[in-house]
């Protein structure tokens, strides 16, 4: 068995060779993946961002702060994340939690609490009465707003709710009731695209329903709108209507009707599949609802997780079944998704199950790291290209930045236990006990 020792061991070696990637030019970045060819590279237009860009590294370093101190070098990248996105958020306008100014209020919050103000004060300018307006791109020559929480409305309502301030509730509040003003009705319930226009569905955490309406209700919870709250509820009836409760689990399609990509219909990670959809059961439990046609809510949180354990993962059980082991679409977002559980199911067998499970998330990641001198990094892989390794990626959701947090994470669970601190974000807070939370909002 892997040792917590090993654990944090690697996490702090992939964390080196990160710390190694970031470059300066008006600030820190980040090349999101590494090719070893000895090519110079620019930053990118998302060099900020929390998915691929540094400010994906706050969560790295609010994570190591919980079990040592930060050294001269991270204290000096923390103090350049916050003055450069500080200064950014005055003018930018992309608004999203991953590419924009809710990502850049996580991670103020998470290095300078109090600097959150700047990126929701912007965020509070730019809102217009159907959300904000979007830079991303998503559908070529339209800016209109986006519901899902990578890009849209969701993430920002999530944000707010999460950082609190003066400017939350506002934000939180149109948010949602643009949510509100674009869903879907449907036979079983309420259904959201990633736009209103979008005519194939995600209806999972990232970019669907489970999304929407998980944001929807914790604003709900936190501003006392019964309405937000009974939306929520009614885009989890619909999640049902479309998943697959075999098996004693419950898995809904990665799209629906099925993608023209070649993809596995049916996925196990946090943005298309049971682990981020996990996440809509747990807040409509923080938001009081009880049961969801028929089933009780705690019931379809614990059937995502089942459908998690008994699906395989992280076994690469064939070409495009699992290869992937970042935090968006592998096994450490999963691994997270199961520490969160287990953290709130303390004291049960089920959160020893849990445990168990995310423990074999390590392993995987310890038995596929690549390490040297330089430190440790991961290659996922494209089993359609000719050379399948794709070069190491250095980022929060796609790299070794967010690998490096769960093992590091991973290994103080294990020593600390139940109880053990978790760094939190605003699409997950409410999984997990209040009381171990770092923020504390």
């Avoid at 101190?69 to 306008?93: C, H, W």
């Avoid at 064939?318 to 096994?331: E, H």
């Avoid at 995310?358 to 494209?382: H, K, N, P, Y």
């Avoid at 050379?387 to 796609?398: E, I, K, V």
Wanted: charged share 25%; with cysteine; aromatic share 6%.
């Amino acid at each position: 068995m892997v040792t917590s020792e090993e654990y944090r061991q690697l996490g702090e070696a992939a964390w080196s060779w990160v710390l190694d990637q970031v470059r300066e030019d008006e600030g820190p970045w980040l090349p999101e993946t590494v090719s070893g060819d000895g090519r110079d590279v620019t930053p990118a237009k998302d060099r900020d961002s929390l998915y691929s860009g540094i400010a994906g590294l706050a969560p790295v370093l609010a994570e190591i702060a919980q079990h040592r101190d930060l050294s001269e070098r991270e204290r000096a990248l923390a103090d350049g994340i916050v003055t450069r996105l500080s200064a950014q958020a005055k003018d930018r306008v992309e608004p999203s939690l991953y590419d924009g100014l809710a990502g850049d209020a996580t991670a103020l919050k998470l290095l300078a609490p109090g600097e959150e103000s700047i990126a929701l004060r912007r965020l509070d300018d730019l809102t217009t009465p159907d959300g904000w307006k979007t830079t991303v791109g998503f559908e070529p020559g339209s800016d209109a707003p986006l519901n899902d929480i990578i890009m849209g409305s969701a993430g920002v309502v999530m944000t707010a709710v999460w950082a609190r301030g003066e400017f939350a509730d506002a934000i939180a509040t149109t948010g949602g009731e643009a949510l509100l003003r674009t869903a879907d009705r449907t036979e079983a319930g309420l259904d959201w695209g990633i736009a209103p226009t979008t005519p194939s569905r995600a209806p999972n955490y990232s970019h669907g329903t489970a999304g929407v309406a998980a944001a929807l209700a914790v604003a709900g919870a936190s501003l006392g709108r019964a309405d937000f709250v009974e939306a929520a509820v009614e885009g989890a009836r619909h999640v049902l209507s479309v998943g697959l409760l075999d098996d004693d689990g419950f898995v809904v399609p990665h799209t629906i009707p099925p993608s023209k990509r070649e993809v596995e219909p049916l996925t196990y990670t946090w943005c298309h599949g049971p682990a981020g959809t996990s996440h809509l059961f747990s807040a409509l439990s923080y938001a009081g609802v009880t049961d969801v046609a028929g089933f009780p809510v705690d019931e379809l949180r614990r059937r995502c997780l089942t459908s998690l354990l008994t699906s395989g993962v992280p076994e690469r059980l064939r070409p495009g079944f699992w290869d992937n082991d970042g935090r968006c679409c592998g096994t450490a977002g999963v691994g997270d998704v199961l520490l969160d559980a287990a953290q709130d199911r303390a004291g049960t067998e089920l959160s020893e199950t849990l445990l168990r499970g995310a423990r074999t998330m390590g392993d995987a990641l310890v038995e596929r790291a690549i390490q040297d001198a330089s430190g440790a990094r991961w290659r996922f892989l494209e089993y359609r290209d000719d050379d399948p390794l794709l070069p190491p990626g250095t980022a929060w959701m796609q790299g070794a930045s967010g690998i490096a947090a769960y093992l590091l994470r991973l290994a103080r669970s294990i020593e600390t236990g139940p109880n053990s601190s978790v760094v939190d974000r605003p699409d997950q807070w409410w999984a997990v006990p209040a009381g171990v939370r770092v923020t504390g909002s």
